[in-house]
């Protein structure tokens, strides 16, 4: 599955980060609790040359929470400073101030010993579409300043965001990379809605989907459609033990068409829509791995 998405406002958006970077003491990234490798743009280690970062992993409420430890854990050991959060709910944002200045402990100091003491922190909030940037800069505001929507590519311009006399975040708009150079990345982002349903087949997804849950998280399947068993695996062959798994699905829901067939579409649509509303259980597709770089969904939790 070929998945690429790289609209015209994300090249400039690139410009610009690397543009404001200058004028930045820290860098916020907002990653997707589920998928922290895969919703991490590779691009932000270049651009952000080295200013002081603060993780923040969003929607811990739809993720594994041992999975989710095991990230805090990884992140830290690189040197991040890491935040969890549920920003939809509210928990974390309002620990984000202090995160900051724990982060700038000693920027802060400086200051202090030169006479400028409650001089102004800029942190600069970086985020893939649709990973709950908006929502978290509302509630770390305590009012709406960016627009939020359960969509991808909603913010499109720049906006700073005061938050306290001291502290202001400079929002960006979310954006992708050019190319995908492994499949799971991008059927990861496609699992979670950071690209758009459009540009894919909605089936295969859900096949690659089922597959990944019917592997890794067996039980939490057969308890959301209520299946006795799942089909046998009969090769490997993610697609079509996928559309098994989806056909048995629809079947429990009553999901028929003409001569007794299952609905596949209405399926996969329902199947999606349920995943990412943390009605099936909470699930992360990616652990950390030994390695430096790369990413995907071959290992579970």
Not at 229 to 249: F, I, K, S, T
Request: with cysteine.
């Amino acid at each position: 599955m070929n998945i690429q998405w790289y609209p015209g406002h994300m090249t400039k958006t690139r410009r610009m980060i690397a543009e404001q970077m200058k004028h930045m003491d820290a860098v916020c990234e907002i990653l997707d609790a589920r998928i922290p490798l895969s919703s991490r743009n590779p691009d932000v280690e270049e651009l952000t040359a080295g200013k002081p970062r603060l993780i923040v992993l969003n929607r811990i409420d739809l993720a594994d929470p041992a999975a989710t430890k095991k990230w805090r854990a990884w992140f830290e050991g690189k040197g991040y400073a890491v935040l969890e959060a549920n920003a939809k709910e509210g928990k974390g944002p309002e620990r984000f101030a202090a995160a900051v200045r724990t982060l700038l402990a000693d920027k802060i100091a400086a200051y202090e010993a030169k006479g400028q003491a409650g001089r102004m922190l800029r942190v600069m909030i970086l985020g893939i579409p649709n990973v709950g940037k908006s929502t978290f800069i509302n509630k770390v505001a305590k009012r709406k300043t960016a627009k939020a929507e359960d969509r991808p590519g909603v913010t499109r311009a720049k906006q700073w965001v005061p938050i306290d006399p001291s502290l202001e975040l400079l929002d960006t708009p979310g954006i992708l990379w050019p190319k995908f150079e492994d499949q799971s990345v991008g059927l990861n982002l496609a699992y979670t809605g950071a690209v758009k349903d459009d540009i894919m087949d909605i089936e295969t997804l859900a096949c690659h989907l089922t597959a990944y849950l019917g592997e890794q998280y067996p039980e939490a399947l057969k308890s959301a459609y209520k299946l006795p068993g799942l089909p046998a695996r009969q090769e490997d062959n993610d697609v079509a033990w996928g559309y098994e798994l989806l056909q048995a699905a629809g079947r429990r829901r009553g999901f028929l068409i003409s001569g007794g067939e299952v609905d596949t579409e209405r399926m996969a649509r329902i199947l999606l829509d349920e995943f990412r509303g943390g009605k099936l259980g909470r699930f992360t597709l990616e652990l950390p791995r030994c390695e430096e770089t790369g990413a995907g969904n071959d290992v579970g939790v």
